[in-house]
């Protein structure tokens, strides 16, 4: 005879499975601090070492809940349930802990599409309110990092705008501000650019006919993109932008126009040197000869852009 006996389902632990597919940061930070506004036991976990390759940055993150519910990444996909498992076992003992995959890791099971290895430090968030702090200082624009100092198992606030990585014995992880696109021009192409631009996660701004933006809403994180016809109608526009911390400005029209645009710039300005701030013929190719195209180019300049900030 054959003694079947049930697992009790109180010792089994809760099957992860991601609560939305997201890698954007300010989301994922979001999911932590709801997670523990509504009395989840919630663990940030941070890519902190990278060994050989890797499919994301250092820095990347996920969020895992005790009810098993996860978002973020910390791979190409291929982990995260993994490590959302082992995360549920450390909320499980309200321990902190350092999870190393692929090269160097005892998880032969788990290799790593690209060869390298990474380490990954799982921190049991105390309470929602430094999660907050960060997100409120994002909302107004101002870069914020998230000291994590595994001696203390405890995070603190670091203003600025430092790169993520190792300082001493804590590891910053550092955010930016929601990317934003101001656009002005011609409806055709505004609607392309803008539909491309929100879909690609970008906060998007579009000017009415005569509006200048503000010097604050021209910060590090904001590109200009002028789509005119008429070069005469961009030069306030372009004025307020080459005075700003803009990231990317960029303009419509052929090489000669972008000429003839230097010239009027110069007569209303006089300064040579903020005219090489100008990318003009916009775009990350040239001549596209349709809305959709431009758009698609305009959008992949900025985000080329955006990501060099990214590596400074």
Known sequence: MTIRIAADPETLSPEPRAAFLSDDAIEVLSFAARSLEEGQSTALIT??????GAARALGA???????????????????????????????????????????????????????????????????????????????RRSPVGLRYHPGKRALSLQHGSEASGWYGESFVRAYRPRPRVILAGTPLEIDAVAR?????????????????????????????????????RELPLLDAALTSNAFYIGALGSRRTHAKRCQLLRDYRGDERL?????????????????RSLAVSVVADIAHARLRLDWM
Not at 199 to 224: M, N, S, W
Not at 275 to 291: E, N, V
């Open 275 to 291: 005219l090489s701030r100008i990318k003009a013929p916009i775009g990350l190719f040239d001549k596209a000869r349709d809305a």
């Open 47 to 52: 890519l902190v070492e990278i060994r050989g």
């Open 61 to 139: 993150q996920m969020v895992v809940r005790s009810d098993g519910l996860y978002c973020g990444f910390v791979s190409g996909g291929c982990t995260e349930a993994a490590v959302a498992a082992e995360t549920i076992t450390a909320l499980g003992k309200g321990l902190d802990r350092t999870l190393r995959l692929g090269e160097g890791s005892p998880f032969f099971d788990i290799v790593l599409p690209c060869g390298g290895g990474i380490t990954l430090a799982i921190h049991v968030l105390a309470d929602a309110a430094i999660l907050r702090q960060a997100l409120s200082t994002l909302q």
């Open 196 to 232: 491309v631009a929100v879909a690609a996660g970008y906060e998007t701004v579009v000017l009415e006919r005569g509006q200048v933006p503000l010097p604050d809403e021209l910060d590090g994180d904001t590109a200009v993109a002028l789509l005119f016809h008429d070069v005469d």
